[in-house]
């Protein structure tokens, strides 16, 4: 059994570096949607209903992009996490989905919020909880991958 699980970790291309390259960039773009977050929120005094909706379509384009980005990955670390056995903790797809829908309903409807800075201060407390889960289950992850090379150091085969 360790064998079919070493074997489909390492076609998952989920081995040593690879992984250790994706959880690099996924914590590098999450890092980064964190300080768009911060930035949009930290925007708040300035945004008025005359200015609202370009405020809107800058976020949306920045943090929309980060967003896609880590859609993009968020297979492949589920299927790491998966392989490595933490198949009731590869939801990485699902909470860049709840990001996204967080996201659309905010840019959608935030310029009609009767408190702009608290719809803005709501918003981001919202997509900083779900990038910390995110954050969260790739600490996880390295240390999964970390208990996987041990055991493989010490002549065992595959996760136990």
Do not use: W
Not at 56 to 70: E, S
Request: proline share 1%; with cysteine.
């Amino acid at each position: 059994m360790r064998s079919l699980i070493l074997v489909s970790f390492l076609a998952a291309g989920c081995g040593g570096s690879a992984l250790s390259q994706r959880i690099a960039d996924y914590r590098a773009t999450a890092n980064s949607l964190e300080v768009v977050v911060d930035a949009h929120a930290s925007s708040a005094p300035a945004a008025n209903p005359a200015t609202c909706m370009a405020v809107m379509a800058d976020y949306a384009h920045q943090a929309g992009g980060l967003v896609d980005r880590m859609q993009s990955m968020s297979g492949g670390m589920d299927q790491c996490m998966t392989s490595l056995g933490g198949a009731g903790r590869a939801d990485f797809a699902a909470g860049c989905a709840a990001m996204r829908i967080e996201l659309d309903a905010h840019v959608k409807n935030g310029c009609s919020a009767a408190d702009l800075a608290a719809e803005m201060a709501r918003h981001a407390g919202a997509m900083k909880g779900r990038n910390q889960s995110e954050l969260d289950r790739m600490g996880q992850m390295e240390g999964m991958e970390n208990g996987m090379s041990a055991s493989m150091m010490s002549g065992m085969q595959g996760c136990h």
